[in-house]
Every structure is written in C-alpha cells, then in structure tokens.
C-alpha cells in the first residue's frame, strides 16, 4: 500500500516532539514505513514509475508542512531530493506549489529553493517559467516593454493578448493583429507587418509578429520585449506620442 498524508503526519508527529527536525523526521518515518516492499513510498523504491515517485513526494510535502509548519520552500526542495533523486525540478517546484502545502511561494523563493536543492540555473529557470504563467499589460505609447520573461530556448514559448489600441487615432482602434489595412513601411517596430500589431522580440534577436497568439521563434533566448508596430522613432510624425490603449499579454511556458 501507500502511505497517505494523514499516516505519515502521525509518523512525523512523535519524531518532532523527540526534537527531530523535518529532514530526518521524514528518513526515519519512511524507514519505518517501508518495512514491507510494497509501501513504495520510501526512498528505495526504485522500481516506481515516475507518477508514483511524484504522488508520494506530494504525501511527503504536505505531511511535512502540517507536522512543521511554518516551513520554507528551500527547506522542502531539499527534503524532496533527497527523498526522491528521480523528481525534477519541475515536479519539486510543482508539489511545493500544491494548495496544501505553499502554494503562494514568490518565483524568486522557487528558484532560490530548486538552486538550494541542487538544480542547475537551466533546470531551475526552466521550472520556474512553467510554473509561473505571465500576464502584464502592454501600453501603444510606449516603445519596447519588458515582460518579465526570460525565455530559454529549451522551451515553448506561447504568447496571446486582447485588448483594443491603436498606432494612428484617425484610423480608429485594433485589436492586437493591428490594422491590416496599412502595411508598416521601413523604421517602424516591424516594416511589413500591419500596423499596431502587436510585436515581439528575444534578446538580441530581430522582431517578430504576435498579433494575437503566436509561439515565439524557437532556439532563441533572452529576455521577451513587446511593443506596438509604429513609428518608434518619430521619423513619419509625432511617433508613439498619440498612441492610446492597452493590451493584456499572456505568456505560457511549456516543456520542449
């Protein structure tokens, strides 16, 4: 059988009032637990497929944060992996997040967290994209805007927006597929593509069209950059200055 939440929080519960701390708490209960070969939820129980390994990592966090709560996430990234090699990253920062355990941990304590348990930068910045969705508004009179993402390369990068704005006031307001009336000419965010789009960026990398969904260029890195196809440098007129409105951007990471 498998252990479940409230079974190991009563095996955690003596040890804590022994004076042990989480992390050899959870050793010592699992050891316990898994005198027979068919718990599976300790440490040696090799032979499970990974969902299981993910299941019980899951019974261990929560029975943790009930048992010893407050608890840090860095403290439970560490218990996890040592408890569980197999998990990564992704599943740590998953299990922590859970709505029983810390599910309003800031992505800086995730990433500080998944490094203090011993995750690379890549796997680390990885998970954390996953797991924490972007929304941010984008404003049509002003020119390149950070948004907050710093993609990798590794990933899926999906982007949709809404909204209404507009690059040229006389001609009213567009969604964020811009005007496809009036094609931008040369010196605008991205000649070619209509004007008011929505346009995006990665690093050092030329611009590309969001519009309203688009899946950002694959194999490019660096920080995402929005802004609406206009004349950025004034070159045609008054440039970004008479621009009014706003989109709502979301960015979606998924695993390559």
Same mark, same amino acid.
């Given at each position: 059988?498998?252990?479940? %939440? ?52 899951? %019974? ?11 608890? =840090? ?43 203090? #348990? ?24 002003? #020119?390149?805007? #950070? ?18 704005? =507009? ?42 069209? %969001? ?46």
């Amino acid at each position: 059988m498998t252990i479940d %939440v409230p079974t190991l929080s009563k095996l955690l519960q003596p040890l804590k009032e022994q004076g042990m701390g989480p992390g050899e708490a959870v050793r010592v209960a699992l050891a316990s637990a898994t005198a027979s070969a068919a718990t599976g939820v300790g440490a040696r129980a090799f032979s499970l497929p990974q969902q299981e390994f993910v299941h019980n990592g899951a %019974v261990v966090a929560e029975a943790v944060h009930n048992v010893f709560s407050p608890i =840090t996430a860095a403290a439970l990234a560490i218990i996890l992996r040592e408890t569980y090699p197999n998990l990564t990253a992704l599943e740590i920062g998953g299990i922590i997040l859970a709505p029983n355990v810390l599910p309003g941990t800031p992505a800086p304590e995730m990433a500080s967290a998944l490094a203090g #348990a011993g995750f690379d930068a890549n796997s680390t910045s990885d998970a954390v994209n996953v797991l924490y969705p972007i929304t941010l508004t984008v404003q049509a009179n002003q #020119a390149w805007q #950070a948004s907050g993402l710093n993609v990798s390369g590794r990933q899926v990068t999906l982007i949709s927006a809404q909204g209404s704005w =507009t690059a040229n006031p006389a001609n009213g307001m567009v969604g964020p597929a811009g005007d496809s009336r009036f094609k931008a000419p040369a010196r605008y965010t991205l000649p070619g593509a209509p004007e008011g789009a929505l346009i995006g960026k990665v690093g050092s990398n030329g611009p590309f069209l %969001v519009g309203a969904y688009v899946q950002a260029p694959a194999g490019q890195s660096g920080p995402l950059q929005l802004c609406i196809n206009d004349d950025l440098d004034g070159v045609y007129g008054v440039g970004l200055r008479d621009n009014v409105g706003t989109l709502q951007v979301n960015l979606q990471t998924k695993g390559n």
